[in-house]
């Protein structure tokens, strides 16, 4: 049996969904970066020291970078026995999981079947979407009424 994984991800939180024939497993990753930038001081323009200006909101865009990393690491960290893998989500946390997919060689061509774009769902439209996406001929839609 192949081990088929989708993956709903934002900079909160990832929703992964782990199919093994008729099992599903559902992991919750919850993120810890951070979001808003927060100042002690609204009207501090950072820093100088000599001809050096430190400014805050730098260090923050680091910071979050990093966090962020660590996040999709932790997130890849699930998926890495995938046989065949979806990702979805809003924002730009997908795009960042793809190119760590593929800048470091994580997973073998041909595994990642999709990358798209999804709003907020809920864990019963995340499972339905992935299993929906791997099993196409279990859903039938709906035949319009005459």
């Known amino acids: 049996m192949k081990r088929q994984t989708g993956i709903w991800i934002d900079s909160s939180k990832a929703i992964i969904v782990a199919l093994d024939g008729e099992t599903e ?3 919750e990753i919850d993120s810890e970066v951070e979001n808003s930038v927060h ?5 501090n323009k950072g820093t100088f020291s000599g001809v050096h200006h ?6 923050f865009d680091n910071r979050k970078e990093q966090e962020l990393d660590y996040f999709i690491k932790s ?7 995938s046989d065949e893998l979806i990702v979805f989500g809003p924002a730009q946390t997908k795009t ?4 760590k997919l593929m800048t470091d060689h ?6 990642l079947k999709a990358v798209e774009t999804a709003d907020k ?11 929906r996406f791997y099993n ?7 035949k319009p009424k005459s």
């Open 39 to 43: 100042h002690n001081d609204e009207g």
């Open 121 to 131: 769902m809920t864990l019963n439209q995340i499972v339905e979407k992935v299993r």
């Open 75 to 81: 997130v890849l960290s699930y998926v890495k026995k």
């Open 25 to 27: 497993k559902i992991t």
């Open 106 to 111: 994580l997973i073998e061509p041909g595994k």
């Open 96 to 99: 960042k999981l793809e190119q």
């Open 54 to 59: 430190g400014n805050s909101d730098k260090k």
């Open 136 to 142: 196409p001929y279990e859903y039938k839609e709906p």
